[in-house]
């Protein structure tokens, strides 16, 4: 198991920018596969970005692809989530996520308990 904590989420106008930072723990972090969620009051859990272990690949949502980034440091145990152009409807509780079974697999096996992103109109 690997111990997941997000941070920087807040309250930005549209248009704005955050960047969310996942601070890894437990395990070799560079042996995870990585991943961004999120869930808005009301609706399901909705996938947002992933990353190979070595960061050298991505995958996005459709509905965010152009504007996010995902980017690990594994020296420092951290994904991160670059959040441009935002939108009302990106508001939600963000939470990354790891597994250890490969690029292409997308069940994840460790949660962290997420950060709240309000973007504002």
């Known amino acids: 198991q690997v111990q997941l904590v997000e941070s920087g989420g807040g309250l930005v106008q549209a248009g704005g920018s955050l960047r969310l930072s996942c601070a890894a723990s437990?395990?070799?972090?560079?042996?995870?596969?990585m991943g961004w969620f999120r869930q808005a009051p009301g609706k399901e859990r909705e996938f947002v970005a992933a990353?190979?272990?070595?960061?050298?690949?991505?995958y996005y949502a459709d509905s965010v692809k152009g504007r996010f980034t995902i980017s690990r440091d594994n020296a420092k145990n951290t994904v991160y989530l670059q959040m441009n152009s935002l939108k009302p409807e990106d508001t939600a509780v963000y939470s990354c996520?790891?597994?250890?079974?490969?690029?292409?697999?997308?069940?994840?096996?460790?949660w962290g308990q997420g950060t709240q992103v309000t973007v504002s109109s």
């Open positions: 996520a790891a597994h250890n079974r490969g690029w292409g697999t997308m069940t994840y096996d460790s």
């Open positions: 437990g395990r070799t972090f560079s042996s995870y596969t």
């Open positions: 990353i190979s272990r070595s960061g050298g690949s991505q």
